[in-house]
């Protein structure tokens, strides 16, 4: 066990009559104690990935039904898809402000409670805003999500970065490939507001082991701050005037805008090839399944080179080839394009996991993951509603696949910066 996680469970070894002081301290009920927190973490980690995604895909193959149902157009299915990068984007500027007046696991509570409320409403109500305001409800505790769950892993398993980042990161995969691959045919079966709805319960599930990790914890969780930005930090350095921040923020926003627009467009891509929606709704779970892939091997690839961005060239070259293919002939060889444009986005976990392997402490590690996911989720939210401005523009897809040709450059000279072998630490006084 590393010191970081022999600090965080120091409550549990004993009672305390003053600060440093401890009585009753019994080595055998401290090491249980460490383990039982650990795994309660593990548990809560879990659970909360599983629920970073689920309001975005199970959404998406229901845009068209729900729009003719309560009464929008096509054009507000871009704003739909601007609201969760945006949300994110708020959730990556209120995260450290959270997390330095909560704690880190408060704050991930607050975001599963937040994800679950907004999830159950908006699958209630009758009129597109408020569809809209409870959807960004939910997506904001998602967003709150994404930023948290990286310095909880450095703070429980900083001697199992890359392991246990995989497992979250193939946690949020599936928790983006389930709802998008059963959307529509539980819809059919008992209407969209369930289909919608239902995974409010998974985020109330996952709320459930990190009030059992706050009891662990008692008001240690408040006074802990050995993985959060603090005063004295930022004192010394701001995560702005690094170029790795900056390189990892675009790295990181031009995938997400990139995933983004084709999460919210791919349907209707292939709609306009003549395929059905259900259709167009298992090509969206696929795009995200394939991200399992990527999910398991590239935290582990990129913990074991020292400069990585050889792979990001080959994610540049599977989005140029699923990009020309549903372009050209969309419905020639469709799951050859969606896994080709399913790999490109190998660059989403190669980021998450470059956040904690480009910082020493877990004070850089969240002040890294909030700035990242901040202002790189600002830059995506533009895409959904570009390329399907594009598209109405130009009446074809032309001009919204040359945007995300750009995008792909963009991200590979953010890559560029974000890749070489430096710690943000080193690079912000």
Not at 123 to 148: D, Q
Not at 172 to 201: E, Y
Not at 258 to 270: A, D, H, Q
Request: proline share 6%; with cysteine; glycine share 10%.
């Amino acid at each position: 066990m590393t010191a970081t996680m022999d600090e965080t469970m120091a409550p549990v070894r004993g009672l305390s009559n003053a600060p440093g002081e401890t009585i009753g301290f019994r080595p055998e009920i401290s090491k249980r104690a460490l383990f039982e927190g650990r795994l309660l973490v593990l548990v809560a980690i879990v659970m909360s990935a599983l629920t970073l995604r689920v309001a975005v895909t199970a959404f998406t193959p229901l845009a068209a039904r729900i729009g003719q149902d309560i009464g929008y157009s096509t054009a507000v299915v871009g704003v739909f898809g601007m609201l969760p990068t945006a949300m994110f984007a708020l959730g990556g500027l209120l995260t450290p402000v959270l997390s330095r007046r909560l704690g880190l696991e408060t704050t991930a509570l607050v975001a599963m409670l937040m994800t679950g409320v907004g999830s159950v409403i908006r699958a209630l109500v009758p009129a597109t805003w408020e569809l809209l305001a409870f959807s960004a409800l939910a997506l904001a505790g998602m967003g709150i999500g994404n930023v948290v769950i990286p310095p909880l892993v450095k703070r429980y398993f900083s001697d199992r970065l890359a392991a246990l980042s995989s497992v979250y990161i193939v946690m949020v995969q599936l928790g983006t490939v389930f709802p998008a691959l059963i959307a529509v045919p539980v819809a059919d079966a008992h209407g969209w507001r369930l289909s919608l709805g239902m995974w409010a319960a998974l985020a109330f599930a996952a709320a459930l082991p990190w009030i059992a990790v706050l009891r662990v914890r008692r008001d240690h969780a408040r006074v802990d701050t050995t993985e959060l930005p603090s005063d004295a930090v930022e004192s010394t350095g701001r995560v702005w005037r690094s170029p790795v921040a900056w390189g990892m923020a675009f790295m990181f926003g031009m995938t997400s805008l990139i995933t983004y627009s084709l999460f919210t467009w791919m349907p209707t891509i292939f709609s306009d090839a003549g395929a059905s929606a259900s259709f167009g709704g298992s090509m969206v779970g696929i795009f995200a399944l394939i991200g399992l892939v990527a999910a398991l091997s590239a935290p582990i690839v990129v913990g074991r080179m020292a400069n990585p961005f050889p792979v990001v060239i080959g994610c540049a070259v599977f989005f140029f080839i699923g990009f020309a293919g549903l372009l050209v002939a969309p419905m020639s060889a469709p799951l050859l394009w969606v896994l080709a444009v399913g790999l490109g986005p190998s660059t989403f976990p190669m980021a998450l996991t470059l956040i904690n392997l480009r910082t020493r402490t877990g004070a850089g590690s969240a002040a890294l993951s909030g700035f990242t996911q901040g202002v790189g989720y600002t830059v995506a939210c533009v895409g959904p509603l570009l390329f399907g401005a594009l598209h109405t523009m130009t009446g074809g897809w032309l001009a919204p696949f040359g945007f995300l040709v750009v995008a792909v450059l963009i991200l590979m000279a953010g890559a560029w910066v974000a890749c070489k072998p430096q710690m943000l630490e080193d690079t912000w006084k």
